[in-house]
């Protein structure tokens, strides 16, 4: 089960959640259950890595539509840049954006936000550290220069650039970019950075990871049992370690996912009460849909809890990896409309999914009503 097959071993549950969440201060792991709600995990697991860590040095600069940000530690510095494109016909005063991970807006349509005067902003992750899929070190990337010894993984270290342009964007007002609505998306890992983004920095108001797999919208203990039930290769713990996205303690539950102190729902959840839209494909098996869709029901039950539940979205289709199709759009329109242009009327209660999940054996608790 999600929650109850937690095991206490307090000096791996600290080790475990602190790394994997980018060696924050860490006094407990963020459970999700009837006593505990997602602000006291906000409290229990610090996030002031991503929120509050303006390095030492940070200087931004608006150079005609790209912005510059650097970035530096003793003697160590980079630089960021991320263009922003102002869509055609968009008023001159500061307009909501969109974060794309390696393109404008991910692997979402251009258009949903053009036609919308919603701005995009270009966040290249290689300015941190490389994807790791042609081999690489846990010590490569400027990151490291400036944090040597950090355990933080690979996405860690991405959702922190994408912290630093939000940082720049406050500094700078000349960018008209309205900073209270602001949307990151990316697809496949980056839709996991997309994900750790939106859930260690609140100034994100709208989060859409796509098609993210194992350590973004999936659960590690259902996609292991996911696997081992049909025979078929699915991202779980074990083969998402090919690349170092993740920090190293978290290698040791490989094998024994049932062992770790959390679930991916609870990363989903640190997004609440702000939204999200989880967009999955059920053509890859690989890329796990139906763990996926236990953990869009158990993260639910957070924004349920909170008297927002229809913050939380999961929409699903049929269709290759990362490739649109039409039947995401209206979905995608909806928290658009509702979580970046303000329009409360629109419905965004969606969770679609041809799945069906034995609530009572993975989300074995009840929902409480919290303050």
Not at 108 to 136: E, Y
Not at 137 to 150: I, Q
């Amino acid at each position: 089960m999600l929650v109850g097959a937690a095991v206490a071993i307090p000096e791996l549950h600290d080790e475990v959640i602190g790394h994997i969440y980018g060696g924050v201060d860490v006094h407990a792991a963020p459970a999700l259950d009837a006593d505990q709600g997602v602000g006291d995990a906000r409290r229990d697991v610090r996030i002031d890595l991503l929120r509050d860590g303006k390095p030492s040095t940070f200087e931004a600069s608006l150079s005609g539509s790209t912005l510059n940000i650097k970035v530096g530690e003793g003697g160590n510095s980079f630089t960021i840049t991320a263009p922003i494109n102002r869509p055609a016909g968009a008023p001159s005063g500061p307009i909501p954006a969109i974060i794309g991970v390696n393109s404008p807006t991910g692997s979402l349509p251009a258009q949903v936000f053009s036609s919308r005067g919603i701005a995009t902003i270009t966040f290249n992750s290689d300015q941190l550290m490389s994807n790791g899929f042609s081999g690489g070190s846990r010590t490569d990337g400027n990151f490291y220069k400036l944090y040597p010894g950090t355990t933080a993984g690979s996405m860690i270290r991405w959702a922190w650039g994408i912290s630093r342009i939000i940082d720049a964007l406050e500094m700078l007002p000349e960018a008209n970019i309205d900073t209270r609505h602001i949307a990151v998306s990316g697809c496949s890992f980056q839709g996991k950075i997309a994900l750790y983004s939106g859930a260690f920095d609140e100034r994100i108001a709208l989060t859409i990871p796509h098609e993210s797999g194992g350590g973004g919208t999936i659960s590690w203990r259902y996609s292991d049992m996911l696997e081992k039930r049909d025979k078929t290769e699915v991202e779980n713990l074990l083969h998402a370690q090919g690349a170092p996205w993740y920090a190293a303690a978290l290698m040791q539950f490989n094998n024994a996912p049932e062992k770790l102190p959390y679930d991916h729902h609870e990363l989903m959840a640190l997004v609440a009460p702000r939204a999200l839209l989880a967009i999955e494909s059920t053509a890859i098996a690989r890329m796990g849909a139906e763990a996926a869709r236990v953990d869009a029901l158990a993260a639910r039950e957070i924004w349920t809890a909170l008297g927002v539940p229809f913050r939380l979205g999961a929409s699903e289709e049929n269709t290759n990896h990362c490739v649109w199709h039409d039947g995401f759009t209206p979905d995608l329109e909806a928290y658009v409309d509702r979580y970046l242009l303000g329009k409360e009327d629109v419905d965004t209660d969606i969770l679609r999914s041809r799945f069906t999940i034995d609530t009572d054996t993975w989300i074995p608790w009840e929902t409480p009503t919290l303050q």
